[in-house]
């Protein structure tokens, strides 16, 4: 297990770059069965309405979100955390990042999508407010597992 400050003064959240596919990519292989390629990081890098994060402990990558608003939604498309720091809060200091930042700038809906037995990631989304609002079947086409839609409202505290 690698060791950190959590949370720390050290943690910086910053930009994802072009120069960060690559290193992504790899992440994205040793998370998921159905890993994002480097096309679709750099799909979202091209969206205007993206925001898109690595949160880092000097050059340590220890985690990462695609994110886009729209008017008062937002759409999770994508959160990861390194095997090495799961398990550590990292997971929930990136997402409390994103509903600060959702809330900032107005938006009244969030959405997210989860594999359907994900349990650590539907717990910590529930803690964080988010309830199960539908199903979207077979969604996770390479693992055949469903997905659920969770969604959190403004004024849901967390």
Not at 102 to 110: H, K, P, Q, V, Y
Not at 124 to 132: A, N, S, T, V
Request: hydrophobic residues 40%; aromatic residues 10%; contains cysteine.
């Amino acid at each position: 297990m690698a060791t950190t400050d959590l949370p720390s003064e050290s943690w910086q959240f910053r930009s994802v770059t072009t120069a960060d596919i690559q290193r992504l990519s790899e992440l994205e292989q040793e998370l998921f069965l159905d890993p994002w390629t480097p096309g679709m990081i750099a799909g979202e890098l091209r969206e205007a309405l993206g925001i898109n994060e690595i949160l880092l402990q000097g050059e340590t990558i220890l985690g990462y979100y695609f994110l886009s608003m729209l008017e008062d939604e937002a759409e999770l498309h994508n959160i990861a955390v390194p095997k090495n720091f799961q398990k550590l809060g990292v997971g929930t200091f990136i997402l409390k990042n994103i509903v600060n930042r959702c809330d900032a700038n107005g938006i009244e809906r969030l959405y997210l999508e989860v594999r359907d037995d994900n349990a650590s990631a539907i717990r910590l989304y529930e803690k964080m407010g988010f309830e199960c609002i539908g199903r979207r079947p077979g969604y996770y086409s390479v693992e055949k597992k469903d997905a659920l839609i969770y969604m959190r409202t403004k004024h849901e505290l967390v």
